[in-house]
């Protein structure tokens, strides 16, 4: 099972949910504090953040495992 983090919006908020989980791991009030719990737990577990934007559709990715071939990320 993978141990990616997919931030999503919710109703009253936005939540941390583990790939592949029923339940979100946490909820937060803004986008912002639930990419840096989100990124804390993926550095933690060495995997990937995935963010959702309001729509649902992924908007960006940030890796933080092993990866072989890592990408050229010129926004960090």
């Known amino acids: 099972m993978s141990n990616n983090q997919h931030v999503v919006k919710r109703e009253d908020g936005w939540a ?5 989980a029923e339940r979100d791991t946490i909820r937060r009030p803004t986008q912002q504090e639930a990419i840096e719990k ?8 060495r995997s990937e953040v995935v963010i959702h934007g309001r ?12 990866d072989t071939c890592p990408p050229k990320d010129t926004k960090h």
Do not use: M, P
């Open 16 to 20: 941390v949910r583990k790939e592949k």
């Open 38 to 45: 989100a990124r804390e737990i993926a550095i933690n577990q």
């Open 55 to 66: 729509n649902g559709l992924i908007r960006d990715k940030d890796s933080y495992g092993k």
